[in-house]
């Protein structure tokens, strides 16, 4: 088996800090990280269009005046795979306490 991985950015909307919430929201969108998510026992279509792909969608983007989250990236890794945030985890803590999140597809 081999599970999907998907990579977000998230971004914030520095302009909407001081917006009082009539007219137009201030745009000033600014990259703060991301999250890696996985789908575990994956054989699917990794297509944009695929059904997979567009229930991810569904569970991961948002998006808002002040916050949005969007994919970057997709693919599918070996069953065993470790995000790297995990493989550190592992190094200094010796397990794992924040696995990547678990999608259902």
């Known amino acids: 088996m081999a599970k999907l991985l998907i990579t977000t950015?998230?971004?914030?909307?520095?302009?909407?800090?001081?917006?009082?919430?009539?007219?137009?929201c201030p745009q000033y969108w600014k990259a703060k990280g991301?999250?890696?998510?996985?789908?575990?026992?994956?054989?699917g279509d990794t297509s944009a269009t695929g059904p997979a792909m567009m229930s991810v969608w569904n569970q991961v983007e948002c998006a808002s005046e002040?916050?949005?989250?969007?994919?970057?990236?997709?693919?599918?890794?070996?069953d065993d795979?470790?995000?790297?945030?995990?493989?550190?985890?592992?190094?200094?803590?010796?397990?794992?306490h924040y696995p990547a999140k678990e999608l259902l597809v």
């Open 9 to 24: 950015q998230v971004y914030e909307n520095y302009g909407a800090h001081d917006w009082d919430g009539t007219g137009e």
């Open 34 to 43: 991301g999250c890696e998510y996985v789908v575990k026992n994956f054989n």
């Open 66 to 78: 002040y916050y949005r989250e969007t994919i970057i990236d997709s693919c599918v890794v070996e």
């Open 81 to 96: 795979y470790l995000t790297e945030f995990e493989k550190d985890q592992l190094e200094y803590e010796g397990y794992i």
